[in-house]
């Protein structure tokens, strides 16, 4: 089975420009979540989809943003971006939500800012 | 919210020597605790995970024991060998429903290293 998949691997962008992340789930895993790792923070929980709605939230300002798609693919877009948004965005899926199921990563797609 | 605290931040020993990563949570609604291993430019794989209904789970090399009443968890390796070398990374998970159903709340990582 192939695992996640997350597209695309690197990017930089300017200050103020907005990028869309995508993250294809292991075929049959309903639930995505994201997270943001940077060196000084370590790994932080951004939101969770499951369904096709938002079902968790992280403490981040409203420019991230996510959305998640009937086949459970999911993109996260982030809005005016600042260069505090340096960073390493990792996704991972899980058959479900509740205690029973294991989450697995994505590869990640690191974003410059610059 | 839930917070984890992860302890070392680095660890350095010989081949063959045993590691031991210990990590402390604030809910004591977590009830699922998985630890991943990252080696540099990849990805968090998940190498192990106890649920609160067991106090210890085993793993060939790795281990991991639960003590809910203290709430801590903690990760062992015996028999270290250089590819084990890595960031490992222990998270809590609470089932018990609100804002922190379904969320993995990382600790900040420990750098192990180990030496021929």
């Known amino acids: 089975k192939a695992g996640v998949t997350q597209t695309p691997r690197y990017l930089i962008k300017t200050r103020g420009q907005q990028v869309t992340l995508s993250c294809s789930p292991i075929?049959?895993?309903?639930?995505v979540s994201w997270y943001q790792q940077t060196p000084g923070q370590g790994l932080q929980f951004l939101f969770e989809?499951?369904?096709?709605?938002?079902?968790n939230k992280g403490n981040f300002p409203g420019r991230f943003s996510g959305r998640q798609f009937s086949n459970s693919r999911s993109e996260m877009n982030v809005s005016t971006l600042e260069l505090g948004d340096s960073a390493l965005y990792l996704c991972?899926?899980?058959?479900?939500?509740?205690?029973?199921?294991?989450?697995?990563f994505g590869p990640g797609t690191r974003l410059t800012v610059t | 919210g839930e917070n984890v605290e992860q302890h070392p931040s680095t660890l350095s020993v010989q081949e063959g020597d045993s590691a031991v990563i210990k990590c402390t949570y604030s809910?004591?609604?977590?009830?699922?605790f998985p630890w991943y291993k990252q080696e540099l430019g990849k990805r968090p794989q998940l190498i192990i995970d106890?649920?609160?209904?067991?106090g210890e789970k085993k793993d060939q090399r790795i281990a991991v024991t639960l003590n809910k009443t203290a709430k801590h968890f903690s990760l062992h390796i015996t028999e270290t060998q250089p590819e084990d070398s890595a960031v490992y990374f222990c998270?809590?998970?609470?089932?018990?429903?609100?804002?922190?159903?379904?969320?993995?709340?990382f600790g900040q990582g420990t750098i192990l290293t180990v030496h021929p």
């Open positions: 991972a899926s899980s058959l479900g939500r509740g205690l029973n199921y294991e989450q697995y």
């Open positions: 075929s049959g895993h309903r639930s």
């Open positions: 989809y499951f369904s096709e709605t938002q079902r």
């Open positions: 809910d004591s609604a977590s009830n699922y």
């Open positions: 106890i649920r609160s209904n067991v």
């Open positions: 998270a809590a998970k609470t089932n018990a429903g609100g804002t922190s159903y379904g969320k993995l709340t």
